[in-house]
DNA sequence: ATCTATTTTGAGCAACCGTTCCAATTCTGT
DNA sequence: ACAGAATTGGAACGGTTGCTCAAAATAGAT
């Protein structure tokens, strides 16, 4: 745990580091020796850091994944199109966050039980705050509202999904002609 | 290369215990000492067929990549319906090969430039399929019927996705409650 | 300026990675 | 039964992995 300055800067670099790795070469390129060299940070100094690598990684993930909702002042007030827009702005806008959160979701939680609770957890918040703001807009039931929520919220991950292959894909101009076929 | 009955049925064992590893614990967990574990099988014997690792796990990958693909006979007849029973039929008959494909196309690709090109161009035969069937029932334009096309598929995606993290998600259902509200 | 706590350096460690090599064994055609 | 080829077992290798530790350097409060 850092205390003086230099410390917090290390510790930043770190961080700096490893989301840039995790988000470029995916999580078994992010070795050890990469998140230090591209830190400019020796063994010694991480290990008076951090607990181990894993540490550092899982932060980096929690982070992405807590990013990817919308600000949480908005609960029940919210309208589609604004949720469908902080989407949006998440994935174009963090592409260095969005890349990470989405491989952690495949790959990662393949291994680890507690990492794919928590993305299915934060996913069922999305859904049921969507379904809100559609049974709010169109006066339908609940289930009804719900299911259309589960299938907008696939496309969007569909077609983030898609521009994780293919950078050059409009994902933000997909993602409104999705809002807007419905 | 294999010649005789004992080589041919190792190969395969190798084969089916890379398949297995790679959808279970996924592509960094997938270790040379762990395929040989599971296929019982010596290291001698493996290099004696493979050239190396890597080849083993492109070849699974390879079957993966091709195995979402409907039968190429249907091409210019099949219906929208048809095509995606046979999206379902895959993610669902045969989850070993659908979990490969899913981590692949988001994990895998980031490395390997090749890979990722691989899986766009399947992506994309599968979009314009989609979208000639489409535009056979609807006689929309040729644009239109490709945007519907490409946001359907994405949603498909988006439910495998959902399916990959939640085996419990009835993907088959949602998938076809997809095609419903078009 | 001094003293303690924090931070950094960097050599070194055990465990594991994919791979090589070759002697021993097994297979198949004759 | 024999010969030649395919297959197998398994010890060993160099490289990399994540990590430890003790000594040296630096920060910050007094």
Known sequence: MARYLPGLQTRDRILESTRWLLAR??????T????????KVRSGSFYNLFESKDEVILTVIREAI????PHPDGVGKD?????VEAYIEFI????TLAKIY???????????EALAHRVLSHHETRVSRLADAIRRET?????????????????LNGLAFHWLLDPGFDMAARARDLVAGR
Do not use: F
Not at 32 to 39: G, P, Y
Not at 79 to 83: A, C, D, R, S, Y
Not at 92 to 95: L, S, Y
Not at 102 to 112: K, S
């Open 66 to 69: 807590n990013a990817v909702d």
């Open 139 to 155: 006066r339908t039931t609940k289930a009804r509202s719900r299911l259309e929520a589960e299938l907008l919220l696939a496309g």
């Open 92 to 95: 174009t806008g963090q592409p």
């Open 79 to 83: 309208t589609v199109e604004e949720l």
């Open 32 to 39: 050890l020796s990469a998140i230090l060299d591209r830190a």
């Open 102 to 112: 989405l491989q952690t979701a495949v790959a990662g939680a393949l291994n680890d």
């Open 25 to 30: 070469v995916g999580l078994d390129g992010t």
